[in-house]
C-alpha cells in the first residue's frame, strides 16, 4: 500500500511554468514506476507522462512533449512534473499515480493521488 500526495499546483500565465510535486509514503517507492495523469472538465482522464522505477525511462503525452519533464528522486520518495511553457489547454486537475511493476507504462497504475488543480490563464 502507498499513499500519494500531490501539490504544487496552481494559477499561471501562458507561457509560465510550474512544477508539480508526488510524495509517497511507505519504503518500496524505489520498486514502483510512477506515472502523471490529468483531467480537465468534461473530459476523461488522460495519461500525461510516465517514469520507472530508476528515472532511466520516461514516456510522455505527445501534447506535452518539450514543454514537461518527469523525474524522480527515490532517497525523497518524491515525484515532480516540470512543466514550461504552460498552454491553457493544460488547464486540469494533475495526478500521481504509482504502479507495482517497475517498467514505465501509460496505463494500468495501482494507486492513485487527490489531485492537484492547475489553471493556465491565457
Known amino acids: 500500500q502507498v499513499q500519494l500526495v500531490e501539490s504544487g499546483g496552481g494559477l499561471v500565465q501562458a507561457g509560465g511554468s510550474l512544477r508539480l510535486s508526488c510524495a509517497a509514503s511507505?519504503?518500496?517507492?524505489?520498486?514502483?514506476?510512477m506515472g502523471w495523469f490529468r483531467q480537465a472538465p468534461g473530459k476523461e482522464r488522460e495519461f500525461v507522462s510516465a517514469?520507472?522505477?530508476?528515472?532511466?525511462?520516461?514516456a510522455y503525452a505527445d501534447s506535452v512533449k518539450g514543454r514537461f519533464t518527469i523525474s524522480r528522486d527515490n532517497a525523497k520518495n518524491t515525484l515532480y512534473l516540470q512543466m514550461n511553457s504552460l498552454k491553457p489547454e493544460d488547464t486540469a486537475v494533475y495526478y500521481c499515480?504509482?504502479?507495482?511493476?517497475?517498467?514505465?507504462?501509460?496505463?494500468?497504475?495501482?494507486?492513485w493521488g487527490q489531485g492537484t488543480q492547475v489553471t493556465v490563464s491565457s
Open positions: 517514469i520507472s522505477w530508476s528515472g532511466g525511462s520516461t
Open positions: 511507505g519504503r518500496t517507492f524505489s520498486s514502483y514506476s
Open positions: 499515480a504509482a504502479r507495482t511493476r517497475r517498467l514505465v507504462s501509460r496505463s494500468d497504475y495501482d494507486y
